[in-house]
């Protein structure tokens, strides 16, 4: 198993441009996960789809959007990028609501 | 609100030394607690949990301890090893019934073994 894939693993962005994250994971969880981590500061919770056809705002949702494709799938999505958005970006997924979670790789990100 | 914290920012021991990092909560409602290794360029890694009902569980050379009295969870690992080195989070959970609840991570601590 794979486990939990993300794409790309490194991106540059001007202001104003969009892009979407995509995640994956392999491992017939119900939940998924879109954190962001910055220096200094703890894993944030972005968005969460605590099953397939659910998705919820979490800690920092302004400034991004999700969409769970699948059991499979779950994207983040950038409208319109801001320097303040650039961070990390770990996808996660558990079986189970809230437990256990496994994370990607993440993807770095920066906007100029 | 609930914060999670760590004693220690860094932390740096011998090959095999045991270790033990420190790691505080403020919300007695949270039932849930794990750990986290995050290697340089890597996600974090799930290591072991905790519920809130049990004092002490063990795993394959660690172990994490909780004392819910004060609020303070501790991992331990024995004998480290190089390899060991990594940022490691704690993290809590305050149940929200059917939602989400609130897992708040901590900020880490940097742990270094030198051989």
């Known amino acids: 198993n794979a486990g939990v894939t993300q794409t790309p693993k490194f991106q540059v962005l001007k202001t104003g441009q969009s892009m979407t994250l995509q995640c994956a994971q392999d491992?017939?969880?119900?939940?998924m996960y879109w954190y962001r981590q910055d220096p200094g500061m703890g894993l944030r919770l972005i968005y969460y789809?605590?099953?397939?056809?659910?998705?919820d705002k979490g800690e920092v949702p302004n400034g991004y959007n999700v969409s769970r494709l699948n059991k499979r799938e779950f994207s983040l999505r950038l409208e319109s990028a801001a320097p303040s958005q650039t961070s990390v970006y770990f996808c996660?997924?558990?079986?189970?609501?809230?437990?256990?979670?496994?994370f990607g790789p993440g993807t770095r990100l920066t906007v100029t | 609100g609930e914060s999670v914290g760590l004693h220690l920012p860094t932390l740096s021991v011998q090959e095999g030394d045991n270790s033990i990092i420190n790691c505080a909560y403020s919300?007695?409602?949270?039932?849930?607690f794990i750990w986290y290794k995050q290697e340089s360029g890597k996600g974090p890694q799930f290591i072991i949990d905790?519920?809130?009902?049990?004092d002490k569980r063990q795993g394959q050379r660690v172990t994490v301890l909780l004392n819910k009295t004060v609020k303070h969870l501790s991992l331990q690992i024995a004998a480290t090893q190089p390899g060991d080195s990594a940022v490691y989070f704690c993290?809590?959970?305050?149940?929200?019934?059917?939602?989400?609840?609130?897992?708040?991570f901590g900020q880490g601590t940097i742990l270094t073994v030198h051989p």
């Open positions: 905790i519920r809130s009902n049990m």
């Open positions: 993290a809590s959970l305050v149940p929200g019934g059917t939602s989400y609840g609130k897992l708040t």
């Open positions: 919300n007695s409602a949270s039932d849930y």
């Open positions: 996660a997924s558990s079986l189970r609501f809230t437990y256990e979670q496994y």
């Open positions: 789809s605590a099953s397939e056809g659910t998705t």
């Open positions: 491992m017939n969880h119900n939940s």
